[in-house]
């Protein structure tokens, strides 16, 4: 019979045979033959665990689908290639740290440039209250901290580099 025209319950049964199977041979308890079952076809343990005890009463297609391909190919230990994933990032590089005071130090000079059109002795026509000298010295303030922060994490300094107008490793 062909494993295409395999019933739900029988897949079901085939793996759970398969996962005993995989329990005696390595002399660990079922779950660790449904791990290995479940690595084998592709799928997450949770999924396989439900899967071969009945509790997912309507498995999705994909589940389906990868577990008939897992038997129709004689068992192989190889699970069906999936997209990859690019690695994740831990930590913070030098280049990104760099990107980042350079931003920090963008809004710095904004908020410099706010401040000497603030106390430009020429403009009147506009009456700035003490609250947003207040909120620029302390956004200021919280720019710095960020900028410490960053530059303590880094393996080397940093300096605003003129012609290019970044900040850039030194």
Same mark, same amino acid.
């Given at each position: 019979?062909?494993?295409?025209?395999?019933?739900?319950? !029988?897949?079901?049964?085939? #793996?759970?045979?398969?996962?005993?199977?995989?329990?005696?041979?390595?002399?660990?308890?079922?779950?660790?033959?449904?791990?290995?079952?479940?690595?084998?076809?592709?799928?997450?343990?949770?999924? #396989?665990?439900?899967?071969?005890?009945?509790?997912?009463?309507?498995?999705? !297609?994909?589940?389906?689908?990868?577990?008939?391909?897992?038997?129709?190919?004689?068992?192989?230990?190889?699970?069906?290639?999936?997209?990859?994933?690019?690695?994740?990032?831990?930590?913070?590089?030098?280049?990104?740290?760099?990107?980042?005071?350079?931003?920090?130090?963008?809004?710095?000079?904004?908020?410099?440039?706010?401040?000497?059109?603030? !106390?430009?002795?020429?403009?009147?026509?506009?009456?700035?209250?003490?609250?947003?000298?207040?909120?620029?010295?302390?956004?200021?303030?919280?720019?710095?901290?960020?900028?410490?922060?960053?530059?303590?994490?880094?393996?080397?300094?940093?300096?605003?580099?003129? !012609?290019?107008?970044?900040?850039?490793?030194?």
């Amino acid at each position: 019979m062909s494993v295409n025209f395999l019933k739900l319950h !029988e897949m079901q049964t085939a #793996m759970n045979a398969l996962a005993v199977e995989e329990a005696e041979k390595s002399g660990k308890k079922i779950t660790a033959g449904i791990r290995e079952v479940a690595d084998a076809v592709g799928v997450d343990y949770a999924t #396989m665990k439900g899967f071969v005890f009945g509790t997912i009463k309507k498995p999705s !297609e994909r589940t389906v689908d990868r577990v008939r391909l897992f038997l129709r190919d004689g068992e192989s230990k190889t699970p069906p290639p999936e997209e990859p994933q690019a690695p994740k990032k831990k930590a913070l590089d030098n280049e990104d740290i760099a990107l980042l005071l350079d931003l920090l130090y963008t809004s710095s000079m904004e908020i410099r440039n706010d401040y000497l059109r603030m !106390e430009d002795e020429n403009d009147e026509v506009m009456n700035w209250a003490d609250a947003t000298y207040r909120t620029l010295y302390a956004q200021e303030g919280r720019l710095k901290r960020l900028s410490k922060k960053l530059e303590s994490q880094a393996s080397c300094k940093f300096d605003f580099d003129v !012609e290019l107008q970044a900040v850039v490793p030194v």
